[in-house]
Nanobody, 124 residues
Framework: VQLQASGGGLVQAGGSLRLTCESA?????????MGWHRQAPGKARELVAR???????NYLDSVKGRFTISRDNARNTVYLQMNSLKPEDTAVYYC??????????????????WGQGTLVTVSS
C-alpha cells in the first residue's frame, strides 16, 4: 500500500485548507481505518483525526468543530478539511492507513502505512 498526501501550504489564520491522501493497494489488500497525524517542530506526532471504514470518526479535542475528516472508499482516499486555522495548527501532516492483506497461503497480514507528509503553515 502506498499513500500520497497533498494539499498543504501557507495560509493566514482563519483560512482553510483541504488535505488529500490517495492510497494505492493490490487486489489482495483491504484498506481499513485511515487518519491524519501531525508533528510540529520540537513536538511529538499526534493523532488529528481518524475515520473507520464504516465512517466512524474521532478527533483531537483542539480541532473539533474546525476540522472534518472524510473518505471515499471506492477510491481509498481520505480527506481532511481544515477551517478556521490557527498558528498552532502549523505542522507537517501525515496520512496513515491500516490494511489487511490476504496472502495465497492463507496468511493474513495487518499493517499500518504512512504517507510522506505535507507541510501546513498558518501565519498570524
Amino acid at each position: 500500500v502506498q499513500l500520497q498526501a497533498s494539499g498543504g501550504g501557507l495560509v493566514q489564520a482563519g483560512g482553510s485548507l483541504r488535505l488529500t491522501c490517495e492510497s494505492a493497494s493490490g487486489s489482495t489488500s483491504r484498506i481499513n481505518g485511515m487518519g491524519w497525524h501531525r508533528q510540529a517542530p520540537g513536538k511529538a506526532r499526534e493523532l488529528v483525526a481518524r475515520i473507520s471504514s464504516g465512517g466512524v470518526t474521532n478527533y483531537l479535542d483542539s480541532v473539533k468543530g474546525r476540522f472534518t475528516i472524510s473518505r471515499d472508499n471506492a477510491r481509498n482516499t481520505v480527506y481532511l478539511q481544515m477551517n478556521s486555522l490557527k498558528p498552532e495548527d502549523t505542522a507537517v501532516y501525515y496520512c496513515e492507513a491500516d490494511s489487511t492483506t490476504f496472502l495465497h497461503d492463507g496468511t493474513i497480514v495487518q499493517e499500518r502505512h504512512w504517507g510522506q507528509g505535507t507541510l501546513v503553515t498558518v501565519s498570524s
